[in-house]
């Protein structure tokens, strides 16, 4: 198995190495994306069709990169990211408002972050599903913090007597099952709605399960 190549100290062209490979690391992430989620897919893209697109040598993939997976490992990292920091960056407008338009400004604000690049769904809600076990386990992590995330804005409903007392992890984790089913057969076209029609049926699926009146 081809292992990650130490990549060459000193400055070269004007840049340090850090610089040089944070550079090489957001080109391969740009080609990832655009293989991934708008070209032929993860299972169908090539290494040397990847640098191709990235501009950069095998060789330099590897001293970023183990494999292909690992770069799509990265990605699906970067792309929930940018959906938790869209619903984080709301969180100071909407804290002191009612629970309904509190969680309805959560739910758009992460389909929005969602799907504010059309790559980032596809990676995050197809091109990842049976990749095989380490990126499954990756997935998993990546949703336990979902998890988190949305059992303490319940336990915040709850304790403002918005939603009754109940195991709301259990909930997250349901509520989350149901996103990645929903956002999935959005991305590959078996469901024929609008980003808000979307952000409407997850909205009423977690105002009822948290019985929080409209």
């Not at 990265?74 to 869209?86: F, R, S, T």
């Not at 100071?92 to 690049?117: K, M, N, Q, S």
Request: glycine share 10%.
């Amino acid at each position: 198995m081809a292992g990650r190549i130490t990549p060459a100290q000193g400055r070269y062209g004007g840049k340090d190495a850090a610089e040089r490979r944070a550079e090489r690391r957001a080109r391969f992430r740009e080609a990832g994306l655009e293989c991934f989620g708008a070209g032929p897919g993860y299972r169908a893209t090539r290494l040397g069709d990847l640098c191709k697109a990235a501009g950069l040598s095998t060789r330099q993939f590897y001293e970023e990169y183990r494999t292909l997976e690992d770069l799509l490992a990265d990605l699906h990292l970067y792309v929930n990211e940018v959906a938790q920091q869209a619903v984080l960056d709301v969180l100071p407008d909407v804290r002191d408002l009612p629970a309904v338009e509190r969680i309805t400004a959560y739910v758009r604000a992460y389909v929005r972050g969602a799907t504010c690049d059309m790559r980032h769904a596809r990676i995050a809600y197809v091109e990842i599903v049976g990749v095989g076990p380490r990126m499954d386990r990756r997935r998993l992590q990546r949703r336990a913090v979902w998890i988190e995330m949305m059992s303490r804005m319940a336990g915040e409903a709850v304790e403002r007597g918005e939603a009754p007392p109940g195991d709301y992890r259990i909930t997250a984790a349901a509520l989350i099952g149901a996103v990645n089913g929903l956002m999935h057969d959005w991305a590959v076209g078996w469901v024929d709605a609008t980003l808000e029609e979307i952000a409407g049926e997850l909205l009423q699926i977690v105002l009822g399960r948290y019985k929080i009146a409209t």
